[in-house]
């Protein structure tokens, strides 16, 4: 039976490699097969290995997208028509208008605001408008032909497979999607940190009404200092991030590069990633993560070269005040010549009810919003008005980015392909190759605010927004104030690739989401503009041990794979070996071992000092203290001001080593101390209860423990678990580490990799690839990956699969 089953597999093999393997005079022939299928519509090979892991083989770009979305439903049908529906604007008529939005896609809080939105989107017809861009600024020939073979794929698993999981059993928002529908998800995924997260100031921004009257003429003009520290927050902590680092070849074994790259992301929902290899003989064989609903693979590695990326501090979007016309708050002024607003005008369907008709004011810089967030408004006066601009609303380019990745042989190709698709919206990217290579590069799509441009067009609240956080705020009322083009970029109002903070072939380049300054602590980058990040300012605790970590690896040398499984295990509590030995001499020396809460209430905290004297510094599931020094470390930063946490402040000469020796004489310590032990008290918790008995998930009635700790704390392999009082404790956890991996060469021609998707491959429960690698990586284990042909074929696992377009 595994004979024949190999046969199957190798007459296969062959076919697609004569099948790409086209003399030159055939590829216009293969051109025009790939814009008009055959009769016979587009196929795949998929071959399923260990941990339902599909390796895809194709004959074209097309099928490649065939075989992809074919098989992404087949292990997420209902997480990506939950999507679909988002995308539609259609989430009012199935799930209600009140309902919490889905947050995959956007920042929308309701259902109803984000489908005025998305329907705005739909109706003014953005996608194909991008999609009809000819290249590089739209998509390529390939990735247009990996989008419809996408939709066709998923299509023809709906038609052929009954749904299993109960998400979305018999729903009848399950439904057909197409090409714009893919092309729709990777554009509200680029515009995620930008239009994304104004979904709701967009879609409910209004004129003033009165505007003549002398209230609307008086309003309030914005706090600046608000207003930065609320951009800071808002693009501070995007509910996104990632750990990676690339090592030159003279630190490793075998003279090759090592990349390890650790995202995190959200463990449910849209924004997962799926594991995949993709393979055109002859053209492309790459191996590594997608984000659901997107054809290319995001993060991997080929034979040559692989790489990783880490949400960084770029401030993807600006503001620009606008001068109103005193008789018309929906026209503004550029240069003393009046522009009307558009308004759009938008109608969703709701569930139950009525439809609702709402309005959007766009003009020439994008839609006008009227807040940052909740606590900090931008008010639409008679005279003044905001408006957001987002470059990434209409970037398509992420996909042939990736795919130029996918093909790339080194870290200079990775270059190459960020130079001319720039369709990088919101990371970083880290990279090594088989040649020992390193690379990082901040190489994003961000509004082309500089220096010089900012100082000459700030607005008063301009002035402190964007020193402070990278915030542009511009006066929008003068044409000399437009954001110009560089001549090697893509297209006007952004940067072009010779602008990007880039450092290559350092012994190790790190991110940790921090400055691109502080990516090698010995090579330090400086001269790039302010909207990419800060220089010279103190860094985060998880870029500190990051930077330690990785600095000591690369002194130590002689680094291989096994090393980088290591360090994405270590579960080291920088925050703890800063400080846990002086909270625990500062406890034993309280009175009477009392220490009074925030609520007033003496709590008997001896039995902690003990715990945090004992504590090993780790975050690992059987770490006994790890739990009480994690609440007590999240309400000590709430209780003491950053200016009065220690003794040592921050150095710019010694970024990694300062501020340090906690200060514990501050106000604050101890009663942080007692409300974290009254907490765990009150939830019933022991203060030396092993951290995996409270950090968890369940799959399948199966309580699994979790290794990992918060960012906050350095950790880094990030896990974000959510305290719930009333319940006891932790819930499960919703956020963290995702798609791991750690890649390198050892001379043979197949990479030497291992990767773990943490939470698995598949939402539906009733999929054995459920929990699968989430039992490993609550073991830390890792997947062997199977790149090679000989790989493949030799799994125990080994399942093939031939999917074919139904007509």
């Not at 896609?105 to 017809?125: I, K, M, P, Q, W």
């Not at 590594?288 to 693979?297: Q, R």
């Not at 609520?599 to 739990?627: F, I, N, P, Y």
């Not at 943490?758 to 429960?765: D, F, I, R």
Request: glycine fraction near 12%; aromatic fraction near 8%.
């Amino acid at each position: 039976m595994r004979s024949r089953l190999r046969r199957l597999v190798l007459g296969a093999t062959a076919l697609f490699t004569a099948a790409s393997a086209l003399p030159a005079a055939a590829a216009p022939s293969q051109a025009r097969a790939e814009q008009h299928p055959s009769h016979d519509g587009m196929s795949a090979v998929i071959r399923y290995t260990e941990y339902g892991i599909p390796h895809i083989l194709a004959k074209s770009y097309a099928d490649l997208g065939f075989g992809t979305g074919w098989a992404q439903a087949a292990d997420e049908v209902c997480t990506l028509a939950d999507g679909f529906v988002t995308l539609r604007g259609e989430r009012s008529r199935y799930f209600g208008a009140g309902t919490a939005a889905d947050g995959a896609l956007s920042g929308a809080r309701t259902n109803l605001a984000s489908d005025l939105y998305f329907r705005g989107v739909r109706e003014t017809r953005t996608v194909e408008k991008v999609l009809a861009e000819p290249a590089p600024a739209g998509p390529s020939r390939e990735v247009r032909g990996m989008m419809r073979g996408w939709a066709a794929g998923y299509n023809a698993w709906l038609k052929k497979n009954r749904i299993t999981d109960p998400a979305c059993a018999g729903a009848s928002w399950v439904r057909p999607v197409t090409e714009v529908d893919v092309a729709a998800r990777g554009l509200a995924i680029a515009a995620i940190s930008g239009e994304g997260r104004f979904v709701d100031t967009i879609t409910t921004a209004r004129p003033p009404a009165g505007a003549t009257s002398p209230g609307a003429r008086s309003a309030r003009t914005p706090d600046a200092k608000a207003v930065a520290k609320a951009a800071d927050e808002l693009w501070g902590d995007p509910g996104m991030g990632s750990n990676a680092v690339a090592f030159r070849g003279d630190t490793t074994a075998s003279g090759s590069g090592l990349l390890l790259g650790n995202p995190h992301y959200p463990w449910q929902g849209g924004r997962r990633f799926w594991q995949s290899q993709q393979t055109i003989p002859g053209e492309l064989n790459v191996s590594g993560g997608s984000l659901l609903g997107t054809p290319a693979v995001s993060i991997g590695f080929n034979a040559h070269v692989a790489w990783s990326h880490t949400v960084s501090t770029g401030v993807p979007a600006s503001v620009h005040q606008l001068r109103l016309d005193p008789a018309d708050p929906t026209t503004y002024l550029v240069d003393g010549r009046p522009e009307r607003m558009k308004k759009r005008t938008v109608t969703v369907a709701v569930k139950d009810g009525t439809p609702v008709t709402g309005t959007q004011w766009w003009t020439r810089y994008g839609p006008v919003v009227t807040s940052l967030n909740s606590q900090v408004p931008l008010p639409w006066t008679a005279t003044t008005a905001y408006a957001l601009y987002d470059p990434n609303a209409a970037n398509l380019r992420f996909a042939d980015t990736s795919l130029g990745f996918s093909k790339a042989r080194s870290t200079d190709d990775v270059l190459a392909s960020l130079a001319r698709h720039q369709g990088i919206p919101w990371v970083n990217t880290l990279a090594a190759d088989r040649a020992g290579h390193s690379l990082y590069t901040q190489s994003q799509v961000l509004p082309r605010i500089t220096d010089e441009l900012a100082k000459r067009c700030s607005t008063e609240l301009g002035r402190t927004t964007y020193p402070a956080s990278g915030i542009a705020v511009l006066d929008g009322s003068r044409g000399d104030c437009a954001l110009g083009s560089d001549p090697d970029a893509v297209g006007p109002g952004i940067f072009g690739p010779a602008r990007m903070p880039t450092l290559k072939d350092a012994p190790y380049a790190e991110n940790s989401n921090g400055t691109a300054w502080m990516t090698n602590a010995d090579r330090p980058i400086t001269g790039y503009e302010r909207i990419f990040g800060t220089v010279g300012t103190q860094l985060g605790l998880r870029t500190r041990g990051g930077i330690e970590d990785v600095a000591a690896m690369a002194d130590r040398g002689g680094l291989t794979v096994r090393d980088l499984q290591r360090q994405q295990f270590a579960n080291r509590v920088p925050a703890g070996d800063l400080a846990a030995g002086d909270v625990a001499k500062a406890c034993a020396a309280l009175p009477g071992g009392t220490a009074t809460g925030s609520d007033g209430k003496a709590v008997d905290v001896s039995e902690a000092c003990g715990v945090l004297k004992a504590w090993d510094r780790t975050m690992d599931t059987g770490s006994r203290g790890a739990l009480l020094f994690d609440r007590f470390w999240r309400k000590l930063e709430r209780a003491v001001p950053e200016d009065r946490l220690w003794k040592v402040p921050f150095s710019a000469a010694d970024p990694v080593r300062t501020p340090n020796t906690l200060n514990t004489d501050a106000s604050g310590l101890a009663g942080a101390l007692a409300d974290a032990v009254a907490e765990l008290r009150g939830a019933g918790i022991a203060l030396d209860a092993p951290l995996g008995a409270h950090q968890f998930v369940v799959r399948g009635g199966e309580r699994l423990p979790v290794p990992g700790g918060a960012g906050q704390l350095g950790v880094w392999n990030v896990i974000q678990p959510t305290w719930d009082a009333a319940g006891g404790g932790y819930t499960e956890v919703p956020f963290g580490s995702s798609h791991l991996q750690a890649v390198g060469w050892d001379g043979g021609p197949c990479p030497v990799a291992r990767t773990l998707l943490t939470y698995s491959q598949s939402s539906n429960p009733k999929s054995p690839h459920f929990a699968d690698q989430t039992r490993l990586f609550s073991g830390e284990k890792w997947v062997t990956s199977r790149f090679c042909e000989k790989d493949i074929l030799s799994s125990p696992k080994l399942r093939v699969v031939r999917v074919h377009e139904h007509r």
